[in-house]
């Protein structure tokens, strides 16, 4: 019998876990796994736990939001564990999971996971700390974590649009300097900017569209966009297009594919790493880590 850890987040979502804890427990069973659960009590738990006791398992299965997927694998990766991963989407948004083609029917997504069947995709580290898929600065990324619970519980992806709107009160631009590798060479940008998000995503806060073009989740690049302070009502009304997933060619517009990206601010500015408080950063220093994450999913 395969030995496998089931950790989730029982405040995740609508805490769906719980409801489907006994029927994912019986698939778990007929693949043959022999499970421990772990239901997570507080920020960083899972983590602990990984580091504590991970290298017990033959695999490891999380559920929950993307920021429970972030921290379990950020461990796996501290303690230097190679294992294959499952993920059973069980937040309000689930970027990460829509990327992959996880369903939202969690013993679907556990019989996807007990096929065994692996999929490499790209990570990426800011500053030598590791994320999954985005990482980003400026107005509304910070709506998926200082946005209330019960609200998310109640409203789903609806409550991060509410709330964000607070955000078009106190939009402001911050000096930067942005430097990348693209096509083989290297380019620089500079000047006020409004918004830079890094990603690995077919959408970021569950808006699909954002991240760019031909997204390849295993292509060992990052997209990027950097979006310039706006000069008028004309670039204003690009920004809006761009922000509902709509092609837009503008020069307040930078979109790319890199490997590698550093940014430096005048003073230090706060950053949303998939979906959480990342920390302010001064400086920042974002590589790809291309195929380190073997997750199991659809090929």
């Not at 030598?128 to 619970?149: E, K, L, N, S």
Request: net charge positive.
């Amino acid at each position: 019998m395969k030995k496998v850890l089931f950790i989730f987040n029982p405040f995740s979502g609508r805490r769906k876990v719980q409801e489907n804890l006994p029927e994912l427990l019986r698939v778990f069973s007929e693949a043959a796994w022999d499970v421990r659960v772990y239901p997570t009590k507080a920020p960083l738990d899972g983590r602990d736990f990984v580091l504590r006791c991970g290298g017990e398992y033959e695999c490891i299965v999380c559920a929950g939001g993307d920021g429970t997927l972030n921290e379990i694998s950020g461990a796996m990766v501290e303690a230097n564990l190679p294992l294959p991963l499952g993920y059973i989407p069980a937040g309000s948004t689930n970027d990460f999971g829509r990327s992959v083609d996880l369903p939202a029917d969690m013993p679907a997504c556990a019989r996807i996971i007990t096929s065994g069947r692996e999929r490499r995709v790209d990570t990426g580290t800011i500053n030598g700390r590791h994320f999954i898929y985005v990482a980003a600065f400026g107005p509304f990324t910070g709506v998926t974590y200082t946005t209330p619970q019960k609200l998310k519980n109640l409203l789903g992806h609806g409550a991060y649009v509410l709330w964000g709107v607070r955000d078009i009160l106190s939009l402001r631009s911050v000096p930067l300097r942005a430097a990348w590798a693209e096509d083989g060479g290297e380019k620089s940008a500079s000047g006020e900017f409004l918004f830079g998000m890094v990603s690995n995503s077919l959408s970021v806060g569950g808006f699909r569209g954002i991240t760019g073009k031909d997204v390849d989740l295993g292509d060992g690049r990052f997209e990027a966009t950097l979006i310039r302070k706006p000069r008028g009502f004309g670039d204003w009304k690009d920004i809006l297009s761009f922000a509902f997933g709509r092609e837009v060619a503008s020069p307040q517009l930078l979109r790319f594919k890199t490997d590698r990206i550093s940014l430096r601010f005048e003073s230090p500015v706060s950053f949303t790493i998939d979906g959480e408080r990342g920390g302010n950063f001064e400086s920042a220093d974002i590589r790809n880590k291309a195929g380190t994450l073997r997750l199991l999913a659809r090929p």
